[in-house]
């Protein structure tokens, strides 16, 4: 009965592993419509961002709390966003933003920085 009970455990172990990466795993949904800052950019910020950089954060010094503060940073934040996983300037810090929310960024740019 042992013998059973040791394979079976061995048997759910394998089939739990997952051996896919988390770029593999993650939604990676292309972005079609228009991105603008008010209605996708900003509440990536604010669930993301917004602990470090607004005032009293670690990253107080460039706060994104405002349009024209996220926009004049766009090519920083496009680079840490994009870097790979364990750079210590990888962006946020301790974690890491979807492809898709990723993509949203790149197509804000390239859609011109709309407002709202």
Known sequence: MK??????AGLVFLISC???TYE???DNTPVIEQVK????????I???C???HSPGGSASFQPWTSYDQVKNNIDNILDRIQRSNGDPEKMPQGGSLSQTQINIFIKWK???????
Not at 37 to 44: F, H, N, T
Not at 110 to 116: K, P, Q, S, V
């Open 3 to 8: 013998k059973i009970i040791y394979i079976l």
């Open 18 to 20: 997952e051996s896919r």
């Open 24 to 26: 593999e795993i993650s």
């Open 37 to 44: 800052y008010a209605k996708d950019i900003k509440p990536i």
């Open 46 to 48: 604010d669930a993301n």
């Open 50 to 52: 917004i602990a470090c």
């Open 110 to 116: 390239a859609d011109g920085l709309a407002e709202n």
